[in-house]
């Protein structure tokens, strides 16, 4: 059994403006003071020693909360493009809000985020691609550490991409994405595959 703890990233200035970050990689979607704080207290509350090791998205945000997350434990790190978030295309670096007032009909106005029907819109990636990458992530991680212990650090909507697959549910709005240095544990069976969600969005 291969365990699978996902940790979303610390906030970042764009998370307070509202802005979709989505691939950007510039110093707004650095972590902020708060974003640092929340890693922080994420380490006192979550030690890591227990793990094999993290796996980290390659982005300014992913590898500073690793970082943080990691000073005590120092666990071997490894970065995968397969864990990167979601590209909004044109709408990466865009306000959420002006997005969901301009262009009502591929949000959902609960959760006040896009809707699968967003991607044609704005030249973005599907919901289903990144389904598709993690899929592969999950499974090449499984094959390569069929007992193993994984820390993996990454972004809201794939960590909502783990999970719905985990679950398949039958609409994707009806899981919020999670918090920022939230944690979700997935273990998944070496042999057959299988999927378990053991929780999802746990907040330090």
Known sequence: MTEFYLVRHGQTNANLAGIKQGIINDKFTYLNDRGK???????????????????????????????????????????????LEISYGMWDGQKNANLEAEFPEV??????????????????ETFEAVQKRVAAFTKSMTKKYPDGK????????????????????????TLPEPANTSVTKL?????TGKQYLEFYNQRS
């Open 150 to 173: 994984l820390i993996i650090v990454t972004h809201g909507f794939t960590v909502k991409a783990f999970t719905l697959n985990a679950l398949q549910p039958a609409d994707p709005m």
């Open 187 to 191: 273990t998944v069976e070496s042999l």
């Open 107 to 124: 949000f959902d106005h609960h959760l006040h985020d896009v809707l699968p029907a967003y991607a044609p819109l704005a030249n973005g």
């Open 37 to 83: 704080e929340q890693a922080r207290n994420l380490r006192t509350k979550f030690n890591i020693q227990f793990a094999d090791r993290l796996i980290v998205s390659p982005l300014h945000r992913t590898i500073e909360t690793a970082a943080i997350l990691n000073e005590t434990a120092k666990l071997p790190v490894s970065y995968d493009d397969r864990l």
